[in-house]
Nanobody
Framework: VQLQASGGGLVQPGGSLRVSCAAS????????MGWYRQAPGKQRELVAT???????NYADSVKDRFTISRVNVANTVYLQMNNLQLEDTAIYYC???????????????WGRGTLVTVSS
């Protein structure tokens, strides 16, 4: 199983960016998917999660600015980021809880991360 993230880059304050992450490999089903981020010198933190049925959860710092969504048939999760601020600069990691067989528990998989830089 692999998670491939894409869409990071450089954006000015107030700008927008969308990152995506596709899961591939031997997948029976995917439970929750999410995005985390790690800024320089800081610990990795939760950004947003989305359940299999579309229930979402956001960190207070990104509420009303970021939107997480997923397309189940494509095993893909998206993060639309609007009104980006300097403090949003970080490596963004996608996460998915994946079952490879119907009888096995979900295991957390991580993508390699994509860099988002907010700078003027």
């Amino acid at each position: 199983v692999q998670l491939q993230a894409s869409g990071g880059g450089l954006v000015q304050p107030g700008g927008s960016l969308r990152v995506s992450c596709a899961a591939s490999g031997s997948i029976f089903s995917i439970d929750a998917m999410g995005w985390y981020r790690q800024a320089p010198g800081k610990q990795r933190e939760l950004v947003a999660t989305v359940s299999k049925v579309g229930s979402t959860n956001y960190a207070d710092s990104v509420k009303d600015r970021f939107t997480i969504s997923r397309v189940n048939v494509a095993n893909t999760v998206y993060l639309q980021m609007n009104n980006l601020q300097l403090e949003d600069t970080a490596i963004y990691y996608c996460n998915a809880n994946i079952r490879t067989r119907s009888w096995t528990p979900a295991v957390a998989y991580w993508g390699r991360g994509t860099l988002v830089t907010v700078s003027s």
